[in-house]
């Protein structure tokens, strides 16, 4: 799953025609986050991970595509991604089986992060 959503990003990226410095950059942070993500010990922590990688990725297309990058629009994607990470926690505070934990919404926020920075480099 994750060697293929890396070579799906990457194939993004390179139809895109960016400078090889770029390109480069884009590699850096994806085996990066990949590697960061691979040593954490818990699944569900390393698939939130990714996860909102992708909603970070997303979010940041969707406010910034055909407009300048203003940092308004960079924060605000950086926000909804801890938000929605945030209300992903309250939601398992009070599911029975789950429980809320202040280190699921770091992960979330990181991998929103992360997902920001690979569309910046991408685009």
Do not use: C
């Amino acid at each position: 799953m994750l060697l293929i959503g890396g070579l799906g990003f990457l194939i993004w990226t390179l139809r895109a025609k960016p400078g090889l410095i770029r390109t480069l950059g884009v590699i850096v942070v994806l085996v990066i986050g990949l590697s960061l993500a691979w040593q954490i010990k818990i699944i569900a922590e390393r698939i939130h991970l990714l996860e909102y990688g992708v909603l970070g990725w997303f979010v940041s297309r969707d406010l910034i595509r055909g407009r300048s990058k203003k940092l308004k629009d960079i924060i605000l994607a950086g926000l909804f991604a801890t938000v929605v990470g945030i209300i992903d926690e309250g939601f398992q505070a009070i599911l029975p089986y789950r429980f809320f934990d202040i280190r699921d919404i770091l992960f979330n926020s990181l991998g929103g992060i992360w997902g920001i920075i690979l569309y910046l480099l991408g685009s």
